[in-house]
């Protein structure tokens, strides 16, 4: 799977693999993306204009993948998950920024389900903590998260709603640290340290025109294939 990306396309009432790469498409007609057990009860809603994955350095030609309609996304205890409606048009999609239940928008979520179960397909993607290696933010709009696919460079960049990029970035910040402070105790006594300090980060501060970052330690390489014995 050299070419796989975070971003891909699913069609409702098929059955795919139960594997971790994906997140899986719900039963439920009220959402649209199936919840997972690590999510936790603290799950936030956002809204946005698209999302793409690209090889970096960031580039239109390293472009994988790209969504092509509105974009509904959440932020959960283990991931930032995001579904978009593959055709372009009006939307009547609504986010709630962090602090928000994704509750908030369940009218949107609904509506958004009921287009896409109708036309058949949506584009859903996610990336685990374990995996995100860089967050950046830009003032207002733009979030990108870094990870690594089998050995190459890679980050999806999501345009997000209501200027709560920032807020945003903070907030999966905060959620990577403790979740790998809680999931991998055998993390070298470094890397704890500053995933301890980052539990309680401060906002990026991205200038104009500019990008803020924060790196953080102990991700994991995403691997789509099993190594070779």
Not at 53 to 62: A, E, I, K, T
Not at 111 to 136: F, N, P
Not at 203 to 209: A, D
Request: aromatic fraction near 8%.
């Amino acid at each position: 799977m050299a070419g796989f990306s975070v971003l891909t396309v699913r069609a409702f009432g098929r059955e795919y693999p139960g594997n971790r790469l994906y997140p899986q498409l719900s039963d439920d007609e009220e959402q649209i993306l199936a919840a997972e057990p690590g999510d936790g009860s603290g799950v936030t809603s956002f809204s946005g204009s698209y999302a793409f994955v690209y090889n970096m350095p960031r580039h239109v030609r390293n472009k994988l993948a790209e969504t092509t309609g509105p974009l509904l996304g959440f932020v959960s205890d283990c991931r930032v998950a995001v579904s978009s409606e593959t055709r372009t048009g009006a939307s009547a999609w609504a986010g709630a920024g962090p602090g928000g239940a994704v509750a908030a928008g369940a009218a949107a979520v609904r509506a958004a389900s009921a287009r896409s179960r109708i036309q058949g397909t949506i584009m859903v993607g996610h990336l685990r903590y374990e995996w995100i290696s860089k967050i950046w933010a830009s003032p207002g709009r733009h979030l990108s998260l870094e990870y690594v696919s089998n050995d190459v460079p890679r980050a999806m960049e999501i345009q997000v709603s209501g200027g709560i990029s920032v807020i945003m970035a903070q907030d999966i910040i905060r959620r990577v640290a403790a979740f790998r402070l809680k999931e991998n105790p055998e993390l070298p006594a470094g890397q704890r340290a500053v995933l301890e300090e980052l539990q309680e980060a401060e906002p990026l501060r991205p200038t104009p025109r500019k990008w803020g970052y924060c790196e953080l330690p102990g991700a994991e390489m995403v691997r789509t294939a099993v190594p070779r014995q």
